[in-house]
């Protein structure tokens, strides 16, 4: 039979790779940090790096066959009814970014970031 010592050590290990795979698949929506190069032209004049936030996750959706008042609207073409919400960005900010120039210029640039997110209606595109 194994020592005490050596089965608390698995529990540790166990609890330890359980919640790295629950931390994975957190249902919402979230702030994820990512890095960006900006550039002041395309030939790359002066550019700098910063940490901005993205929204990054998963919201709920769900697909059922369409109310009976539905279906006759719709001249019965509307079988199924979806109700859907995607991550999206619901606050920005502005941030400067430092940039380095050729020669020992410097130039400060804003660029936005997001600042907060949540489930909302999916679009096309809100920007």
Same mark, same amino acid.
């Given at each position: 039979?194994?020592?005490?010592?050596?089965?608390?050590?698995?529990?540790?290990?166990?609890?330890?790779?359980?919640?790295?795979?629950?931390?994975?698949?957190?249902?919402?929506?979230?702030?994820?940090?990512?890095?960006?190069?900006?550039?002041?032209?395309?030939?790359?004049? @002066?550019?700098?790096?910063?940490?901005?936030?993205? @929204?990054?996750?998963?919201?709920?959706?769900?697909?059922?066959?369409?109310?009976y008042s539905v279906l006759v609207a719709s001249g019965y073409r509307h079988n199924i009814t979806s109700v859907s919400?995607? @991550?999206?960005?619901?606050?920005? #900010? #502005?941030? #400067?970014?430092?940039?380095? @120039?050729?020669?020992?210029?410097?130039?400060?640039?804003?660029?936005?970031?997001?600042?907060?997110?949540?489930?909302?209606?999916?679009?096309?595109?809100?920007?």
């Amino acid at each position: 039979m194994a020592s005490p010592q050596t089965l608390v050590l698995c529990l540790l290990v166990l609890a330890v790779t359980e919640a790295w795979g629950q931390e994975a698949v957190i249902p919402g929506c979230h702030l994820h940090p990512f890095n960006v190069t900006v550039r002041s032209d395309r030939q790359g004049t @002066c550019q700098g790096s910063h940490v901005a936030q993205a @929204c990054v996750g998963h919201c709920e959706s769900s697909a059922f066959p369409s109310r009976y008042s539905v279906l006759v609207a719709s001249g019965y073409r509307h079988n199924i009814t979806s109700v859907s919400q995607c @991550c999206t960005i619901s606050g920005l #900010k #502005k941030v #400067k970014v430092q940039l380095q @120039c050729v020669g020992s210029r410097r130039e400060e640039l804003e660029i936005f970031t997001a600042r907060a997110c949540q489930c909302d209606m999916c679009r096309l595109s809100r920007y």
